[in-house]
């Protein structure tokens, strides 16, 4: 059983979806319980899945939670999408429970997951519980003790999509030995690259600008509009992939204001296409949009998300513009003229490879059906 809760975008959605995907076509009975809004075209493969009541971050800041018609959530709606999930795991029993993200995070979902836990503890026999973790966490200011003592206490494992010889997860959050033991880093969760087309393929030679499948990035595109006659790309038809919670109104102002050889959608299922056709890709530096760039081989700028201190995609995107694999310019730095000139800095590089491991999702399950049979995983 994997637990997910995304609040803005739609990656750790995807990604844990990936990783139900591989697990079900490993041999094993599983079962995805997703707590966000439901997103188009969300492949688990053979796994089942079951939604419970929408919840998403009220704003950018993670200022507290709504629910799917935009309406703060209050106890009475906690209590009962706990027992919706507490059902769920008492019917489905597991012998292994997952948890995205949590407790490195998805702190305002202790209401559901801290009983969820304990009833994972209390059950006979007790379930595996696993965390499973990006491979960049966000800095923490503080309680980052509780954090290590619930994995200690609470935890058998620590499945980290990453891999260590790019970045250790101590690089973004603090670890003590015992928590350290407890870390398996399966290689990053990543999708093929699609082939390279030829003319008239979609989104052959043109500049793709994505915002990931969240409510920001509103900026990126405005300043994307505004900088394409600044760049030697300029011959090139844009596309602009809006994130499918961007606000209708935004979008629509998006497409009224979209000169001619300027696209304006909403993100497409054939995303990994266009851009091993595109000429350029110009995103956010989320986990998966940066896999799917690395794996279609183009160049890139990254303009990472930095909302509310936000840290973990400009550690990404910092971690590529220094082994000049993407152009980089800060949020806070972003204007037409800042990101027209990145734009022609990386037309004119060549595209370096980064050797990352991204068997992620196969390797995970078979971590887990490794842990599943009393076995001790592979180091």
């Known amino acids: 059983m994997i637990y997910v ?3 803005l975008g ?3 959605l995807r990604r844990a979806a990936a990783l139900a995907r591989a697990c079900a076509a490993n041999g094993m009975n599983t079962l995805l319980v997703s707590g966000g809004r439901a997103i188009r075209d969300l492949n688990y493969g053979q796994a089942s899945f079951t939604q419970l009541s929408p919840a998403a971050a009220r704003d950018e800041n993670f200022s507290g939670l709504i629910d799917e018609h935009g309406v703060n959530v209050d106890e009475t709606w906690r209590a009962a999408r706990r027992d919706t999930l507490l059902a769920a795991f008492a019917m ?21 997951l801290a009983p969820l836990l304990d009833a994972a503890w209390a059950a006979k026999p007790k379930p595996l519980v696993i965390s499973s973790v990006r491979d960049i966490l966000q800095a923490k200011s503080g309680k980052v003790s509780d954090q290590m003592a619930a994995v200690a206490r609470r935890f058998d494992h620590v499945l980290v999509h990453g891999d260590r010889e790019f970045v250790a997860l101590d690089a973004s959050f603090p670890l003590d030995p015992a928590l350290a033991s407890k870390l398996v880093y399966s290689g990053y969760i990543a999708e093929p ?30 300043t994307a509009i505004a900088a394409r006659p600044l760049t030697k790309a300029k011959d090139a038809v844009w596309r602009l992939l809006a994130g499918g919670a961007l606000p209708a109104g935004d979008f629509a102002r998006l497409q009224a204001t979209a000169p001619q050889a300027v696209i304006v959608e909403r993100a497409r299922a054939d995303f990994r296409r266009l851009l091993a056709n595109a000429r350029l890709s110009v995103s956010q530096a989320g986990y998966n949009t940066v896999m799917e760039i690395l794996a279609a081989r183009i160049p890139a700028v990254l303009v990472p998300f930095a909302g509310n201190g936000q840290t973990e995609q400009q550690a990404r995107a910092n971690l590529l513009h220094a082994r000049g694999r993407a152009g980089l310019v800060a949020e806070n730095m972003l204007t037409p003229s800042t990101l027209a000139a990145a ?8 595209v370096s490879e980064v050797a990352l491991k991204r068997d992620g999702a196969r390797e995970s399950a078979r971590l887990l059906a490794t842990w599943l049979a009393g ?3 592979a180091a």
Not at 196 to 216: K, L, M, N, Y
């Open 5 to 7: 809760q995304h609040l």
């Open 193 to 222: 690259a699609e082939a390279r087309g030829g003319a008239g393929d979609p989104g052959w030679d043109e500049v793709i600008v994505s915002s990931g499948g969240g409510a920001v990035g509103m900026i990126l595109l405005t």
């Open 375 to 377: 076995k001790a995983p």
């Open 92 to 112: 489905f029993r597991p012998d292994a429970l997952v948890t995205e993200t949590y407790p490195f995070g998805r702190r305002q979902m202790a209401f559901e």
């Open 343 to 350: 734009i022609d800095r990386v037309l004119e590089m060549p």
């Open 10 to 12: 739609s990656g750790h």
